[in-house]
DNA sequence: ACATCTACCTGGTGGC
DNA sequence: TGCCACCAGGTAGATG
């Protein structure tokens, strides 16, 4: 389900609801990608003081320490009616004096880990190689094309990486390429400072309409108050193989790629 | 240092 | 209807 724009809708839907929140219980399902890496009962009575986003991380911080969210691929958090029992893949309950936040995640690639702070090795191994924010002010041209310029690898894996602009997973990375006019194999070192401009703001657009429209995947996403943000961003070419590109009809094409599906259109996409 | 592959897990879909 | 192969939005860690 999520890719950066989910996670920040995420984020924003539920940050103002826990903030000041008092712990009063922590509840384990199945295990997760990672331990808590502390005992449940350790965390009850911290307070939350807010929550912030590194990546697709989402950071909530203790009033001691911080706990680190992650939604891997089927991952959500609701606010469940308190006393409402957990369901076979509601695997991470924090209760607390203002409501009771839930993680669902049926396929567990997500996590929910403890760190003491932001220094702990825990959070340290989690957060350090992260990329440039790219709806932040850190995400300059110059800082972006420079992080090109040192991989050789396709520019499409690239940006799956994270580690020069993180939150462009596999859906929004085929559709900001296709904004940009740039195929997908093409090498990351070999694209041109004019070029990189305009994938710059690609991922900056397609991300940021993304985060207003509410997050949009192409099967389903619900934020933490359980309202959808189903289908209200088309793709332009993602899950479209064979199908016109809507540009110039030309038939959408569909590669792979580190074992993960790319979609591109041949003729508005140049090497 | 970099690029590529593997593993983790469940559910939905389409073919037979 | 059942069975099965294959697909799915992420990413650390192992391997080349």
């Not at 989910?6 to 929140?21: K, L, M, N, P, W």
Request: aromatic share 6%.
């Amino acid at each position: 389900m999520p890719e950066l724009p989910e996670v920040e809708v995420t984020r924003r839907s539920f940050a103002d609801r826990i903030a000041g929140a008092r712990i009063v219980s922590a509840t384990l399902g199945k295990p997760l990608r990672w331990p808590l890496g502390c005992a449940p009962a350790e965390l009850v009575g911290r307070t939350v003081l807010g929550v912030r986003r590194r990546g697709k991380y989402l950071l909530l911080d203790l009033d001691e320490g911080l706990l680190l969210l992650h939604l891997g691929m089927s991952g959500s958090l609701t606010f469940a009616a308190p006393g409402t029992l957990a369901g076979v893949h509601d695997h991470f309950d924090l209760l607390t004096n203002q409501g009771l936040l839930r993680l669902h995640d049926p396929r567990r690639f997500g996590a929910v880990v403890h760190a003491a702070g932001e220094t702990d090795p825990v959070a340290r191994k989690l957060l350090d190689h992260l990329g440039l924010e790219p709806l932040g002010d850190t995400f300059q041209v110059d800082a972006f094309h420079a992080g090109l310029k040192q991989r050789r690898a396709a520019i499409k894996q690239v940006l799956l990486a994270g580690d020069v602009v993180v939150g462009v997973g596999n859906i929004y990375a085929s559709e900001a390429l296709f904004l940009a006019g740039i195929r997908p194999t093409t090498r990351a070192d070999r694209i041109s400072l004019p070029r990189a401009r305009g994938l710059h703001a690609a991922i900056r657009d397609v991300l940021g309409r993304a985060v207003e429209k509410g997050g949009s995947t192409l099967r389903d996403f619900f934020n933490a108050q359980g309202e959808s943000g189903y289908f209200q961003l088309e793709a332009a070419v993602y899950g479209r193989a064979g199908l016109p590109c809507r540009r110039c009809e030309t038939p959408v094409r569909l590669l792979k790629q580190g074992q993960r599906s790319t979609f591109f259109c041949p003729v508005c996409q140049r090497p």
